[in-house]
């Protein structure tokens, strides 16, 4: 379904992006503003997204993850993406780092684009030239073999904090993000484990968890890609073709 638009002159046609989102309202919330500030930009203040969100439950993800269960994790997100396409979505993006390790289950129900998260990033670690990146976000992502070997295919080698450190990124992010919770010492901390990623080798840092952008700005000397930025922009971009 898409929406005829004019602005600077000519004629342009917007897609509607569909957003399958809920893993945790924080982030969903940030894809709805940031994708309509986006577009109110590159529009000049003409339009706005034209976009459907499924919420999922984020509890029953989270219950369904204690238990190991991927299988079912990957049904509802399969479930969202579908009805998105029944209801006019012309692309899908997935809000959540994590989840991209059952993506598979949602690519093979529907038959439009999907803006895979990881693709992406790779595309912006490659433009700004770096080889080795810090990969940081939930114990799942940084020590599942998914989203360092979907970056591997793109050239680039990832490199992921330390066991104690990936246990003080799963509390941070659990117990404070998640609940739309920013505190200065966690925010310190999460400095502390990029910082000794850079120190192991990294040349920049992937802000693997669409709730880590909360804690921008981050005082690091190093480059760090947010992903949640990252997609949304890629989306705006897409949608805008």
């Excluded at 924080?26 to 706005?48: C, P």
């Excluded at 310190?188 to 952008?213: M, Q």
């Amino acid at each position: 379904m898409r929406i005829v638009l004019l602005w600077n002159g000519y004629l342009k046609k917007m897609k509607t992006i569909g957003i399958v989102g809920g893993i945790s309202p924080e982030s969903t919330s940030v894809y709805y503003k940031e994708l309509n500030n986006g577009i109110r930009i590159r529009t000049q203040q003409q339009h706005q997204a034209k976009m459907i969100i499924f919420s999922v439950d984020g509890g029953e993800i989270w219950q369904f993850r204690q238990k190991g269960d991927w299988s079912s994790q990957g049904k509802i997100i399969a479930n969202a993406a579908l009805a998105l396409q029944k209801a006019g979505a012309d692309f899908i993006l997935l809000a959540g780092n994590t989840l991209h390790l059952v993506a598979n289950f949602l690519e093979s129900v529907i038959n439009i684009p999907f803006l895979h998260i990881i693709d992406i990033t790779a595309i912006s670690i490659k433009k700004a030239g770096i080889k080795i990146i810090g990969l940081t976000g939930t114990s799942i992502t940084m020590s599942e073999r998914f989203y360092i070997e979907r970056l591997s295919q793109h050239g680039i080698k990832a490199i992921v904090p330390n066991k104690d450190d990936q246990a003080t990124m799963d509390r941070i992010i659990y117990k404070e993000l998640i609940q739309g919770v920013v505190s200065t010492e966690s925010k310190v901390a999460y400095t502390k484990i990029i910082n000794n990623l850079v120190l192991s080798g990294a040349e920049g840092v992937i802000l693997g968890c669409t709730e880590l952008t909360l804690f921008k700005p981050l005082d690091c000397s190093t480059i760090l890609f947010d992903t949640t930025l990252i997609h949304i922009e890629a989306a705006i971009n897409y949608a805008l073709e």
